[in-house]
C-alpha cells in the first residue's frame, strides 16, 4: 500500500525532534501502533492526520508527501495554553499591515541600542542636512541627552 507521505521524511522529522514513535503519536492524536504503520508504509493516513503530522512537525504538507523540498510549513499554529505571550503578541498585531509591522520592528531594535550607538549612527549625517523648524514657536535646537 502506497503512503500518502514519504516514510523517510516521517522518520527524519521525528528523529530531528528527538522523540519516540509513542511521543509522536501522541503529539498527533493516533495510536502508536497506527504511527508504526506509517513510518514503516504499509498504512496511509488520511489527509486530516498528515496535516496534523505536518503541523506538529513542524513542516509543510508538500514537503511530507514528497513533493516539494521546501520544509517551511504552510502555516503555523500558535496555541493559547502553548504559548500564551506568543499568542498573545500574535492577537494584538494580527491587524497591522506590512509598513506598520516594519516601523514596529525598527523601533524595537531602535530601542536596544545604546546612547553612544544611535550617536553612532547619525554621525554621518551630521551637516548634511538642515534642521526643520517645526514652528513651535521655538528654534530648533539638538539637545544632548
Not at 514519504?6 to 504511527?35: F, H
Amino acid at each position: 500500500m502506497k503512503s500518502r507521505i514519504d516514510v523517510k521524511r516521517l522518520i527524519k522529522c521525528r528523529q530531528n525532534m528527538g522523540i519516540t514513535q509513542s511521543e509522536a503519536a501522541d503529539l498527533i492524536g493516533v495510536s502508536q501502533p497506527a504511527y508504526q504503520r506509517y513510518e514503516a508504509g504499509v498504512r496511509t493516513p488520511s489527509l486530516q492526520v498528515v496535516k496534523e503530522i505536518a503541523a506538529a512537525f513542524n513542516v509543510s504538507v508538500a514537503y511530507l508527501s514528497g513533493t516539494s523540498k521546501k520544509k517551511d510549513p504552510d502555516y503555523i499554529v500558535i496555541g493559547k495554553e502553548n504559548d500564551p505571550l506568543l499568542f498573545s503578541v500574535v492577537e494584538k498585531f494580527k491587524d497591522c499591515d506590512e509598513d506598520q509591522l516594519k516601523n514596529l520592528i525598527l523601533i524595537e531594535r531602535f530601542e536596544k541600542r545604546s546612547r553612544p550607538d544611535i550617536f553612532e549612527l547619525f554621525e554621518g549625517y551630521e551637516g548634511k542636512y538642515e534642521p526643520v523648524d517645526l514652528d513651535w514657536g521655538e528654534p530648533s535646537r539638538r539637545e544632548v541627552w
